[in-house]
């Protein structure tokens, strides 16, 4: 299947979770999946997975939020503001 379709669990402990922390909102746009899980742990595992909810229609990235939006039922949070923003500009 497709990157975006996964969800990457990373365990680590010390400066390496430090330093996951410090990057965590950019870390799935960094392994092109839909979403990056951290957690604390003696060792350093990487698990790959199935992402968490449904496939947006416009970025295909697999969301949670899917469907949260009356207005645009089949789109992600981050589509969502998206398409928002883009009907204000067009609409001044």
């Not at 922390?21 to 790959?48: A, G, K």
Request: net charge negative; glycine share 4%; hydrophobic share 35%.
């Amino acid at each position: 299947g497709s990157s975006l379709e996964a969800k990457v669990t990373l365990k680590a402990s010390g400066s390496v979770l430090e330093l996951l922390q410090q990057h965590q909102n950019d870390l799935r746009y960094l392994f092109i999946v839909s979403q990056v899980d951290l957690h604390e742990s003696p060792d350093f595992i990487i698990n790959v997975s199935a992402a968490d909810g449904t496939k947006c229609e416009r970025c295909w990235n697999y969301s949670t939020r899917v469907g949260e939006s009356e207005r645009y039922p089949t789109v992600c949070e981050r589509c969502v503001a998206a398409l928002k923003e883009f009907e204000e500009v067009t609409t001044d």
